[in-house]
């Protein structure tokens, strides 16, 4: 089998301009038929953080996600929605190249952080996965103190040279994270102790403790109680004035409510891209209508 770095390294591809030339091409008219699994709408932006093109991913013999072009636009909150298998959570790991840790998964085609090609043999994964944070689904705190859960990824990354240093960067992120008010006087009980809630803004604050340009999040409200959902989605309308965020969700109240942008799935095929009220609205392909509309999924 051949690696996944050698299969992605084409530093060569000529870098997307972003000035719409290609999306013509695969622009198709309105309420275009399920049977047509060209993306339509708006995959490419100008300004992009993450350029991906022609992506496919493979477990074994089956073919999971099939030439996924579309961008990531700097300092935007684009969601990724979807009945369940259809690709979503698969394409997300593809962005900080989470599906390396699986032996049967093999990625081709092109992504791009900023200018850098991340499936380049050159590329360390470890400072990658800090440029391109995670967030799961299930809160996923150490078992370690509240401090130490943040400051872990700093310390291991040479971002602090002194304990005054590594305190500041722990304030600074729980203080982003929403929750420096409700801990900051037992920093040194453990995070698994804390609510649900709290948990995974806890796990928010690990992310961008290691100032990552990037945030992935993989449906992070999904075993959050409504309140603790509102706390969160909060906090991601306050990050994305510094951060470009990519959100897995089931929950298409949610989509509406945190995204600039929305990219439908369906069976591995990127069906349709464009901003969130248009699609809601007004989406151009039937497959995307009729899961908008609750005929399935």
């Given at each position: 089998?051949?690696?996944?770095?050698?299969?992605?390294?084409?530093?060569?591809?000529?870098?997307?301009?972003?000035?719409?030339?290609?999306?013509?091409?695969t622009?198709?008219?309105?309420?275009?038929?399920?049977?047509?699994?060209?993306?339509?709408?708006?995959?490419f932006?100008?300004?992009?953080?993450?350029?991906?093109?022609?992506?496919?991913?493979?477990?074994?013999?089956?073919?999971?996600?099939?030439?996924?072009?579309?961008?990531?636009g700097?300092?935007e909150?684009?969601?990724?929605?979807?009945?369940?298998?259809c690709?979503?959570?698969?394409?997300?790991?593809?962005?900080?190249?989470m599906?390396?840790?699986?032996?049967t998964?093999?990625?081709?085609?092109?992504?791009f952080?900023?200018?850098?090609?991340i499936?380049?043999?050159?590329?360390?994964?470890?400072?990658?996965?800090?440029?391109?944070?995670?967030?799961?689904?299930?809160?996923?705190?150490?078992?370690?103190?509240?401090?130490?859960?943040?400051?872990?990824?700093?310390?291991?990354?040479g971002?602090?040279?002194?304990?005054?240093?590594?305190?500041?960067?722990?304030?600074?992120?729980?203080?982003?994270a929403?929750?420096w008010?409700?801990?900051?006087?037992?920093?040194?009980?453990?995070?698994?102790?804390?609510?649900?809630?709290?948990q995974?803004?806890?796990?928010?604050?690990?992310?961008i403790?290691?100032?990552?340009?990037?945030?992935?999040?993989?449906?992070p409200?999904?075993?959050?109680?409504?309140?603790?959902?509102?706390?969160?989605?909060?906090l991601?309308a306050?990050?994305?004035?510094?951060?470009?965020?990519?959100?897995?969700?089931?929950?298409?109240?949610?989509?509406?409510?945190?995204?600039?942008?929305?990219?439908?799935?369906?069976?591995?095929?990127?069906?349709e891209?464009?901003s969130?009220?248009?699609?809601?609205?007004?989406?151009?392909?039937?497959?995307?209508?009729?899961?908008?509309?609750?005929?399935?999924g």
């Amino acid at each position: 089998m051949e690696s996944m770095g050698a299969v992605l390294n084409r530093s060569e591809v000529p870098f997307p301009t972003g000035d719409g030339q290609v999306l013509e091409e695969t622009r198709q008219p309105e309420r275009a038929e399920p049977e047509n699994r060209v993306t339509v709408g708006e995959p490419f932006v100008d300004d992009p953080r993450m350029t991906c093109r022609d992506v496919n991913v493979y477990y074994g013999d089956k073919h999971a996600i099939r030439n996924v072009s579309i961008d990531v636009g700097r300092n935007e909150v684009l969601a990724m929605i979807g009945p369940s298998g259809c690709g979503k959570s698969t394409f997300l790991r593809c962005l900080n190249r989470m599906n390396d840790t699986v032996d049967t998964c093999r990625v081709s085609g092109v992504i791009f952080l900023d200018r850098l090609n991340i499936y380049d043999k050159s590329v360390d994964v470890v400072p990658l996965r800090a440029q391109v944070g995670m967030v799961f689904q299930k809160p996923n705190p150490f078992p370690k103190s509240i401090y130490d859960n943040v400051a872990y990824g700093p310390k291991i990354h040479g971002l602090a040279s002194s304990r005054s240093e590594l305190d500041e960067v722990v304030e600074r992120s729980l203080k982003k994270a929403g929750l420096w008010s409700e801990v900051s006087d037992r920093l040194d009980q453990p995070g698994t102790g804390l609510s649900g809630g709290q948990q995974q803004r806890l796990c928010i604050a690990r992310a961008i403790a290691v100032r990552p340009e990037v945030i992935l999040m993989d449906e992070p409200c999904s075993a959050l109680d409504p309140i603790a959902t509102a706390t969160v989605e909060n906090l991601i309308a306050e990050l994305q004035e510094q951060y470009t965020i990519v959100i897995v969700t089931h929950n298409m109240q949610q989509a509406a409510r945190v995204s600039q942008r929305t990219a439908y799935f369906h069976l591995g095929d990127l069906i349709e891209v464009g901003s969130t009220d248009r699609i809601f609205t007004n989406p151009r392909h039937r497959l995307t209508e009729d899961y908008i509309t609750g005929r399935f999924g």
